[in-house]
């Protein structure tokens, strides 16, 4: 499985159908389902969880990292408070993804929990990457 996720991390990030999540790879793989996942996660990281498919992101804030990062580590700035940063995760436990993000951003950060599928939602449409993915019907 993680040779799988190795793999799909090759791949350039519009082409990409799903985030790159052990998660949301576990999911469709139908070992388990999401519910049970994110309860796992939950209760290990003792964050909250976010419905992020619920909230307006503010595609500003989505901006103020990297496409690439953001998808890599499969998460998303979605709002901005003050100096308060709210970062959407779907993997808590990636210590390299919060330093990176942390080194990026000079913010008091704030981590949620998201499912996959919401934040690679999310992410296309913060950057515009639904529209792109359609194909051109004008002659």
């Known amino acids: 499985m993680l040779q799988q996720l190795k793999a799909m ?3 350039p990030h519009p082409e990409r159908g799903l985030p790159l999540s052990l998660a949301q790879l576990i999911i469709n ?3 388990a389902k999401q519910e049970d996942v994110l ?3 939950l209760n290990k990281s003792m964050l909250p969880y976010l419905p992020l ?3 307006d992101v503010d ?3 989505a901006s103020l990292l990297p496409l690439e990062l953001c998808w890599q580590f499969c998460l998303i700035p979605f709002d901005q408070i003050s100096r308060c940063l709210l970062v959407a995760t779907a993997n808590p436990f990636q210590a390299a993804a919060k330093r990176t993000v942390e080194a990026a951003l000079q913010a008091n950060l704030f981590w949620y929990v998201a499912a996959p599928g ?3 939602t999310a992410l296309r449409r913060a950057h515009r990457l639904e529209a792109s993915a359609k194909p051109n019907t004008n002659p």
Request: charged fraction near 30%.
């Open 39 to 41: 309860t796992v996660i």
């Open 9 to 11: 991390r090759s791949v």
């Open 118 to 120: 919401d934040i690679v």
């Open 53 to 55: 498919a619920n909230y």
């Open 29 to 31: 793989e139908q070992f």
């Open 59 to 61: 595609r500003e804030t």
